[in-house]
């Protein structure tokens, strides 16, 4: 997780991704790979998807359901 600093700005951190994240899941629930489709041209490296689920989830912002697709709680 990135966090701001030094070394990273509020832009390329994980918690800038965090709105990104939820305005693309407003119109409902969205597949996890669909989701990151999505994402991904915003995202410096794969990896950086993860933090920024972990930390929704973590929030109780989202979650998945058994059929793979992420939604606001």
Not at 6 to 13: A, I, M, N, T, V
């Amino acid at each position: 997780m990135q966090l701001p600093n030094k070394l990273y700005s509020y832009e390329e951190s994980t918690l800038a991704m965090l709105p990104v994240a939820m305005r693309m899941l407003t119109d409902g629930p969205v597949d996890l790979t669909e989701l990151y489709g999505r994402m991904k041209p915003l995202l410096k490296d794969a990896t950086d998807f993860l933090p920024v689920m972990d930390c929704l989830y973590a929030l109780r912002k989202v979650d998945i359901n058994d059929d793979g697709e992420v939604y606001i709680c």
